[in-house]
C-alpha cells in the first residue's frame, strides 16, 4: 500500500508570513497533485506535477516535485487569511489516487 | 455545469438503521469514485467505477457497505446496518477519463452522524 506523510499536522501562521508543508513516501508516484479544501466542502485541485524535480507556480504558490518521484513540498509567500483551509497531497502510481491526512492552515490577520 | 452533486449534505440516524447516499458526476465523466473521510484516518477510498462498472471496492470496510452506479448520472452507496464509528463524512468524485493523474471533481460531501 501506498502511503503519504504529510507534515506538519497544523500550522498556525501571521498573514505575511512564508510556510512551507511537507508530503512524503518510501513509494514513487507517478505523478502527484495537491489538493486544497475548505470547511464544508469538497477537495479543489490546485497543481498536478509529473516530472521528477518539476516546479510549478501558482501565484503565491510554488510546488516541488522531488527528483525520485517521492516526495513534494507547497510553499506559500506571504500567506493571506484566504490561504486559509486544509492541504492535501495526493500520488497516483498503479492505483487511484492515495490521499494524505493532510495540513491544517490558519492565516491570521 | 453543476458540478458533482451529492445528497443529501447531512444525515443524522440511529445505530442498526439504513442509510443511502447519492451522488450524480459531472455529466460526460467516465468514472466515479467515493471516498470517506474522517479526522483519524484522512480521506480513504472505497471504491472506484469505470463506465459504471466496479473497478476496486477493496476499500470497502465489510459486507454492510454496497455500492452501484445503474447508468452513467447515478450511484448510491449503502450502509444496512449503520454503525456509530461509520460516522464520517462522505465525499462521491468524478473523472474524465481513466487516466490516473486527471483532475478528480469532488462533491461537497455528505456528514453522516450514526447515534
Known amino acids: 500500500t501506498q502511503l503519504l506523510e504529510q507534515s506538519p499536522q497544523f500550522l498556525s501562521i501571521q498573514e505575511g508570513e512564508n510556510l512551507t508543508v511537507y508530503c512524503n513516501s518510501s513509494s514513487v508516484f507517478s505523478s502527484l497533485q495537491w489538493y486544497r479544501q475548505e470547511p464544508g466542502e469538497g477537495p479543489v485541485l490546485l497543481v498536478t506535477v509529473v516530472t521528477g524535480g518539476e516546479v510549478k507556480k501558482l501565484k503565491r504558490l510554488t510546488f516541488q516535485f522531488g527528483d525520485a518521484r517521492k516526495d513534494s513540498s507547497l510553499h506559500i509567500t506571504a500567506a493571506q487569511p484566504g490561504d486559509t483551509g486544509l492541504y492535501l497531497c495526493a500520488g497516483s502510481g498503479n492505483t487511484p489516487l492515495v490521499f494524505g491526512k493532510g495540513t491544517r492552515l490558519s492565516v491570521i490577520a | 455545469d453543476a458540478g458533482v452533486i451529492q445528497s443529501p449534505r447531512h444525515e443524522v440516524t440511529e445505530m442498526g438503521q439504513e442509510v443511502t447516499l447519492r451522488c450524480k458526476p459531472i455529466s460526460g465523466h467516465n468514472s466515479l469514485f467515493w471516498y470517506r473521510q474522517t479526522m483519524m484516518r484522512g480521506l480513504e477510498l472505497l471504491i472506484y467505477?469505470?463506465?459504471?462498472?466496479?473497478?476496486?471496492d477493496s476499500g470497502m470496510p465489510e459486507d454492510r457497505f454496497s455500492a452501484k452506479m445503474p447508468n452513467a448520472s447515478f450511484s448510491t452507496l449503502k450502509i444496512q446496518p449503520s454503525e456509530p464509528r461509520d460516522s464520517a463524512v462522505y465525499f462521491c468524485?468524478?473523472?474524465?477519463?481513466?487516466?490516473?493523474?486527471?483532475?478528480?471533481?469532488f462533491g461537497s460531501g455528505t456528514q453522516l452522524s450514526v447515534l
Open positions: 467505477f469505470n463506465n459504471n462498472v466496479p473497478i476496486d
Open positions: 468524485a468524478s473523472r474524465q477519463g481513466a487516466i490516473l493523474n486527471e483532475k478528480l471533481f
